[in-house]
């Protein structure tokens, strides 16, 4: 056996031969010109000869005319001799050598008529290509003796090919280019070589016998008004092969295939039929683009009356008339037909029996466990996150956060899929990049609980352990996506502190100067992210802010952001402000998705169904990829995977918000072991409680305002609750008032819950309220005045001879209490009340406070200069405490019920 190389030689020599010998016989005239000085006639009409080609020049009437003169003559006869001199000397073995390269070079359907294969269905791994695909014969014009030689060109990883047709010679260029396709088609597996077919005059009708292969979707039939589509999707997919194969250490995507000894990305062949003009100048220079930067991408052209130049390799068949033709393979001097075609009916049935095979091997159409690798965390997030979402005709599409494609934005109006795409993301991710190599931290903005599922629930115990947080319900909540944001700055602050020590600047240069370093990539994930910017406000003006400040170094950090929404268009915040947007440069868009894609990318709405534009250039259209998304929602795909992924590693729970449900004291982490009073929980991406501070020392009381009474009456209890947890039974000292009937039982049973624990209490449901407690004692004391208002009128009594009244003993319990460990918790129905019973300056001894239904304008006089921004809502209240806030925090009272 040869080698390759060898056998490559040998062919390129044998060629060589062939042309040598006719440059000689053409150019006898040529060599015979140095000594032909003498005769300037001579010269010309050797030139003349040598420029028309022997065959020509004898037919020609003006080089005719000129022999008739004896001394051109003669120069005639010596041109001839000389030939056929030449000739002599290459024809014996010549042909015969050609023979011999072309069947070694063209092995199978290759090379061998084509009753020898049509029909059969290829085999071929497509490791490498056969450097030869024969496409007809050829003899040399003139010679003495007529041998004919097979001619064969080069194509795939080869070589482009353009074939110009004679007037009225179509249909025999037709049948070449169909014929060579089904070589081409009929040597591989079904599948490796995909066609691409161009026609500036019919949208149907060229090719029709290779029609069939569309089936299987190997062959694509473009619209002839949309060249720039076709050439754009080209040159997108030459740029992605290329980054493959540089991902695989090789320059070229043959040198990949060859390694792996199987065809890892189909070839494609882009037929144009044109009408003999250059294309529009800007078409052109793509079209020259794609021939230069293709051959390395398995992207070969056949180009029919199309002027291509060469700028990379390429073979010409020039028909002269409709049966005969010159080829750039065999040079001037040689005639060259094409092969017979095989007859139409023929063809037609090969192509259906290759797309047929290719359907029936593809056999059921992917689904979400393709998705998967075949072993669960094996990669390594250190340069970027890849995974497949889907498939195109049976190729996996894959996403990438990575340096160049750091966010991306998903677009798709309701029900498109867009959560279904987010879980098959998810998914591919999740299976890939264990807990340490990735964190989650999903958001839905949407009413629903689409991402409830991956967090513990209780149906399903298990968990997704990369997510670190999920957010479900937060529709009303849009401070939590403002939370998850400064989570995010604060993350980013972090990683470029230490990578500011580590002198690097890279998220891969820290994991390398840090090996021990906990550096995951974290993808945040926000579908129906506008609602962040759902107001005129504040929460919008620092989401903008925050959303920039994450985007624009987030790259940098391996922070990456997903964001999904129904309607790109209508963000408002973003037209002002593009960086976001910008820095999105993986866009997807679901179908009928709107501004996702580029003005000009019109390719969702022609989407069907389950289908994504997978878009890593920003949206521009030769960054297309369209691909069939599985279902990742149904029962036994993105569950099973979870709980898989859950029985593999031992992982925390990720922290669930539900903005619908209020959060159980019971179930407060920091209800264990308490510090301080808890009065809710914090909408923070933490989910932790608010907690009081209460030291000894002056001010250090709270107010609850509002009177929303069962938020109010559930804060109390909270206090109540985690204060006596605080403590050990015996070592503190409570009490209890409450003058409202109404809400009698529920505090008396509070009361009856501290005192079966073990606490002292001092419960008072009347004026007994009035006589209040020392500022000091023996033990720390905690008050808890449920309605101060209400019992004023006990309060305000004057008791002779001072005149002094109880209002002003409570005055003085405030201020004096603190420092005593005498704190007290009380509820006031209105800021106005709490003003009276403060009186003037009182307002100093209330450090700390909680309002329910009150506006913020109300709240601004108690909140040390602060303008507090708040539009009360239901089961939200907000905590503001002097001493450590600038703003206050929002809070969701806990449900106190089975605390006790
Ligand atoms: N690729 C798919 N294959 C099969 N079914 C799908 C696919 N994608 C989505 N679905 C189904 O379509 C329905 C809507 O999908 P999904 O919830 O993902 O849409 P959406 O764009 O997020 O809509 P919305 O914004 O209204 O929630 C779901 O019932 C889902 O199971």
Redesign the pocket.
């Known amino acids: 056996m040869l080698g390759k190389g060898e056998r490559r030689q040998r062919a390129l020599d044998a060629l060589d031969e062939l042309r040598k010998a006719l440059r000689l016989a053409l150019g006898a005239a040529a060599a015979r010109r140095q000594n032909a000085q003498t005769t300037k006639d001579q010269l010309e009409f050797e030139q003349s000869v040598m420029q028309l080609g022997l065959s020509r020049a004898r037919l020609d009437p003006h080089i005719t005319e000129l022999r008739g003169r004896p001394a051109l003559a003669r120069t005639w006869d010596k041109v001839i001799a000389e030939r056929d001199e030449l000739y002599r000397g290459w024809h014996p073995e010549g042909p015969g050598k050609l023979r011999a390269l072309v069947a070694q070079a063209a092995d199978g359907a290759a090379g061998l008529p084509w009753p020898d294969w049509l029909g059969k269905v290829g085999t071929d791994a497509g490791g490498t290509a056969p450097e030869l695909w024969r496409v007809g014969t050829a003899v040399v014009e003139e010679a003495p003796v007529h041998d004919e030689f097979p001619v064969a060109v080069p194509l795939l990883d080869r070589a482009h090919l353009r074939v110009n047709s004679a007037q009225d010679g179509r249909s025999v260029v037709d049948s070449l280019v169909e014929s060579l396709l089904l070589r081409v088609m009929s040597y591989f597996r079904p599948g490796l070589v995909k066609v691409h077919l161009w026609d500036i005059g019919h949208l149907t009708g060229s090719l029709p016998n290779l029609q069939p292969l569309t089936a299987g979707g190997l062959l694509t039939i473009h619209d002839p008004t949309r060249l720039d589509d076709l050439l754009a999707d080209m040159a997108g997919h030459i740029r992605r092969v290329h980054a493959k194969a540089m991902r695989e250490g090789e320059t070229s995507l043959r040198s990949v295939c060859v390694a792996k000894g199987e065809r890892v990305e189909p070839w494609r062949i882009v037929v144009l039929f044109g009408n003999g003009e250059r294309l529009p100048d800007e078409q052109q220079r793509e079209l020259q683009r794609v021939a230069r930067t293709g051959i390395d991408a398995g992207v070969s052209l056949i180009c029919v009356d199309v002027p291509l130049s060469a700028n990379s390799p390429l073979e010409t068949i020039v028909f002269t008339d409709p049966q005969n033709a010159t080829t750039s393979m065999t040079g001037p001097g040689v005639r060259f037909r094409p092969d017979d075609a095989p007859d139409g009916s023929l063809a037609s049935r090969a192509a259906a029996t290759i797309a047929q095979d290719l359907i029936a091997r593809r056999g059921k159409p992917r689904t979400f466990d393709d998705l998967l690798p075949p072993r669960l965390g094996t990669h390594s997030s250190r340069d970027e996150l890849r995974a497949p979402v889907g498939f195109a005709e049976g190729v996996p599409v894959e996403v990438v956060l990575g340096d160049a494609t750091p966010h991306a934005l998903i677009a798709?109006?309701?029900?498109?899929?867009?959560?279904?795409?987010l879980y098959a993301m998810l998914g591919g991710l999740a299976a890939r990049y264990a807990p340490s190599e990735l964190e989650l931290y999903l958001l839905d903005f949407?009413e629903?609980v689409?991402f409830a599922g991956l967090a513990p629930g209780r149906k399903d115990p298990s968990w997704l352990p990369q997510a670190r947080l999920v957010g479900v319900n937060v529709n009303t909540d849009r401070e939590f996506g403002l939370a998850l944001l400064r989570f995010l700055t604060e993350e980013l602050a972090r990683r470029a502190d230490a990578a500011k020590r580590q002198e690097v600047t890279k998220l891969a240069e820290l994991r390398e100067a840090d090996p021990e370093g906990h550096w995951p990539r974290i993808v945040a994930v926000i579908d129906?992210f506008q609602a962040l910017f759902g107001g005129r406000d504040r929460i919008t003006q620092q989401a903008t802010v925050l959303l920039e400040d994450v985007a624009r170094r987030g790259r940098s950090q391996g922070i990456h952001l997903v964001l999904a929404s129904?309607d790109i268009a209508g963000i408002e915040a973003f037209w002002g402000k593009p960086a976001v947007f910008e820095q999105c440069t993986l866009r997807i868009a679901?179908p009928k998705a709107r501004r996702v894609l580029t003005e000009t990318n019109n390719a969702a709405f022609s989407l069907p169904r389950?289908h994504a534009v997978i878009n890593h250039d920003s949206g521009v259209h030769h960054g297309n990829q369209v691909a069939h998304?599985?279902?990742?929602?149904?029962k036994g795909t993105f569950d099973r995977l979870q709980t898989r992924l859950w029985e593999t590693w031992q992982s925390a729970a990720p922290k669930l918000f539900d903005g619908a449900h209020q959060p159980l004291l019971a179930d407060a982490s920091d209800f264990d072991e308490p510090t301080g009073p808890l009065l809710g929980q914090v909408i923070d991406v933490g989910c932790r409680a608010a907690v009081m501070d209460i030291d000894a020392v002056p001010g250090r009381n709270l107010a609850v305002i509002g009177t929303a009474t069962a938020d109010a009456l559930a804060i109390m209890e909270s206090i109540t609750f985690s204060l006596a947890r605080r403590h050990p039974a015996g070592s503190v000292d409570f009490s209890i008032w409450c003058a409202v009937p109404a809400l009698r039982e529920r505090v008396t049973r509070l009361a009856k819950i501290l005192t079966a624990i073990g606490h002292s209490v001092d419960h008072r449901t009347d004026e007994e309220i009035a006589d209040l407690v020392p500022a000091s004692g023996e033990r720390p004391r905690y008050i808890l005045f449920f309605a101060v208002d209400s019992a004023h009128q006990w309060l305000e009594r004057k008791q002779p001879p001072a005149m002094r009244s109880k209002l002003d003993d409570l005055r003085a319990l405030l201020k004096n209490g603190p420092a005593n460990h005498v704190h007290t918790f009380g509820w006031w129905r209105g800021v106005g009340r709490m003003k009276e019973t403060l009186g003037f300056g009182g307002v100093d001894d209330i450090g700390a406070w909680v309002a329910l239904d009150v506006q913020g304008a109300e709240l601004n006089a108690i909140a040390a200069g602060q303008i507090i921004d708040w539009s009360p809502r239901p089961k939200r209240a907000i905590f503001f405490d002097k001493s450590i806030h600038s703003s206050p925090d929002v809070i969701i009272p806990f449900d106190t019920v089975g605390t006790e």
Do not use: H, R, V
Not at 629 to 634: C, F, G, M, N, R
């Open positions: 798709g109006p309701s029900g498109s899929g867009k959560t279904n795409f949407k629903g689409s129906e129904q679901m389950w998304i599985p279902d990742a929602s149904a």
